[in-house]
């Protein structure tokens, strides 16, 4: 389907009308917290993240400790999450290289940051907006799906295609905001496979609801 010229503005004010106040649901209170916490969140639900990683952090409450922390510990307490072993690994190195190569401290370089196991551009997008309000529009499965119903996005668009394209029509001002917002639509309004159209404002920008 060809794309049209995108005003974005009747999305951006739907999203400000509807998800106000969307931030990260994801729990933390330390960087290196959140960091793991995005990474375990790319193969599942902040919502089964949350489930594990206060007990994960309760129990091993400092990088050094996360350090010394056993393998197989780690690994039964995030079970739940599915894929645990490669995820528990994937913990494990990253709490190795931020205390061996990066003295503790959580980068802000986007290029360090995809040094850490398990952290793409997505997880390092995250990341630096969350922790270090640097502008960023990474795209989940959520974003990815309301992106191609809303025509701002081709069918077989990969994620960092659609993440250039929303940034070229999206002021970037509005990029960490918007992300947010556009996961919690995803989320609670434009879902995957029951979307709420009957009561969705910009359903005439909408390819999905009028096929
Ligand atoms: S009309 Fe339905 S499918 Fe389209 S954006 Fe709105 S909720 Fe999503």
């Known amino acids: 389907m060809k794309m049209m010229k995108t005003n974005i503005k009747p999305l951006l004010d739907y999203l400000d009308e509807i998800l106000p106040t969307a931030k990260c649901e994801l729990l933390y209170t330390k ?26 952090f309760k129990k091993y409450p400092t990088l050094d400790a996360l ?3 056993p393998l197989e ?7 739940p999450i599915g894929l645990y072993k490669n995820e528990a690994k994937n913990l494990k190195g990253i709490v190795k290289d931020l205390v061996d190569r990066f003295n ?9 940051l995809m040094t850490l196991p398990g952290v793409g551009n997505k997880t390092a997008g995250v990341i630096r907006a969350e ?3 640097i502008p960023d529009l990474p795209v989940d499965t959520h974003i990815l799906r309301i ?10 668009d990969e994620p960092i295609d659609v993440e250039r394209k929303l940034k070229k029509i999206i002021p970037e001002e509005r990029w960490i905001k918007s992300h947010h917002q556009l996961i919690h639509f995803g989320r609670y309004y434009c879902i995957a496979r029951s979307p709420k159209c009957e009561n969705c404002k910009i359903s005439d920008m909408c390819i999905y609801k009028r096929k």
């Open 104 to 112: 503790g401290v959580v980068p802000s370089d986007k290029e360090q």
């Open 31 to 56: 960087d290196y917290e959140l960091v793991i916490a995005v990474m375990l969140s790319a193969q599942t639900t902040d919502k089964s993240v949350n489930a594990v990683t206060p007990i994960l």
């Open 147 to 156: 992106s191609k119903r809303l025509n701002l996005a081709k069918k077989d």
């Open 131 to 133: 922790i270090f309000q």
């Open 67 to 69: 350090y010394d922390a």
């Open 73 to 79: 510990d780690i690994e039964e307490i995030i079970k």
